[in-house]
């Protein structure tokens, strides 16, 4: 899978004002290679991965993901798209009545 970020910008709003969270981000990610994002707490580096799967949308760029523009997918077309990739959230819930590969799988 190839990842590409172009000029990615997003803002949130915050006692109505616009913070910016991702200025111009651009990005590269080949078959194979593997990357850290890395940054202080509250830098946007999920901010960033949520923007990749679309969990948020962006205010400005363009992403695409195996050669696929997600940043302009349909509801059903993203829903298949996501099917492909995986997310591991920062936090999250795990099932204790479930055994590990139960939680995972």
């Not at 899978?1 to 990610?29: A, E, F, T």
């Amino acid at each position: 899978m190839m990842i590409q970020l172009n000029n990615i910008q997003k803002s949130y709003y915050q006692q109505g004002k616009r913070v910016p969270i991702i200025r111009s981000v651009s990005l590269s990610v080949d078959r194979g290679e593997i990357y850290c994002v890395i940054g202080k707490s509250g830098a946007g580096k999920s901010t960033l991965l949520r923007c990749v799967n679309q969990l948020v949308s962006i205010d400005e760029g363009h992403i695409e993901v195996d050669g696929i523009c997600v940043d302009g997918l349909s509801k059903s077309e993203l829903r298949d798209f996501r099917k492909r990739i995986g997310v591991i959230f920062q936090h999250f819930n795990l099932l204790e009545s479930k055994t590990v590969w139960g939680n995972v799988a």
